[in-house]
T-cell receptor
């Protein structure tokens, strides 16, 4: 079983829609979590961290559910520019950064 | 600031050939990392460095060597390329160890025939 699992998608949504992705992790020792964004054929870039209390940055909200071992990313009012692959990342044991395979989002007119 | 740069951007090798990928960062970061990204798999750590003159193995180090002779540069070498090493290679750097904000280079696409 992969340590970090994501639905690969693609999620095709109309502009203005709200979309949510989940990511599950198997190692309960996972300490910190992040969402990275990766545009097609580009490098990953940090989107936001995921705190136990939740984290909101504009249209983006990240949440952590330790009991069920998943994190989520909610995007409100989707823009065409949000089209990308979203990588779920877990820091395990303080020294191992584990990347998910990513969820592809396509926002359409 | 250029951030993290990688050379070359794309390369085709024949099985058995060798090559070196160069990563450079101008942010004075202590920590640097080499990852590979393959379809259906997440980014996997090949080697990393916690400072000038130091290197360590990551998750998938076999077939690769690295050197960090200067703080700003991190080299990844393939001594004898194999088709299984066809991948996209990303270099990253961070101010602190596995800091959430890892800055990635644009990647090197390598095809081994």
């Amino acid at each position: 079983r992969k340590e970090v699992e994501q639905d690969p998608g693609p999620f095709n949504v109309p502009e203005g829609a709200t979309v949510a992705f989940n990511c599950t992790y198997s190692n309960s020792a996972s300490q910190s979590f992040f969402w990275y964004r990766q545009d097609c054929r580009k490098e990953p870039k940090l989107l936001m961290s995921v705190y136990s209390s939740g984290n909101e940055d504009g249209r983006f909200t990240a949440q952590l559910n330790r009991a069920s071992q998943y994190i989520s990313l909610l995007i409100r009012d989707s823009k065409l520019s949000d089209s990308a692959t979203y990588l779920c990342v877990a820091l395990i044991g303080g020294n191992k950064l584990t990347f998910g395979t990513g969820t592809q989002l396509k926002v359409e007119l | 600031n250029a951030g993290v740069t990688q050379t070359p951007k794309f390369r085709v090798l024949k099985t058995g050939q060798s090559m070196t990928l160069l990563c450079a960062q101008d942010m004075n970061h202590e920590y640097m990392y080499w990852y590979r990204q393959d379809p259906g798999m997440g980014l996997r750590l090949i080697h990393y460095s916690v400072g000038e003159g130091t290197t360590a193995k990551g998750e998938v180090p076999d077939g690769y060597n690295v050197s960090r002779l200067k703080k700003q540069n991190f080299l990844l070498g393939l001594e004898s390329a194999a088709p299984s090493q066809t991948s996209v290679y990303f270099c990253a750097s961070s101010f602190d160890w596995i800091q959430e904000t890892q800055y990635f280079g644009p990647g090197t696409r390598l095809l081994v025939l």
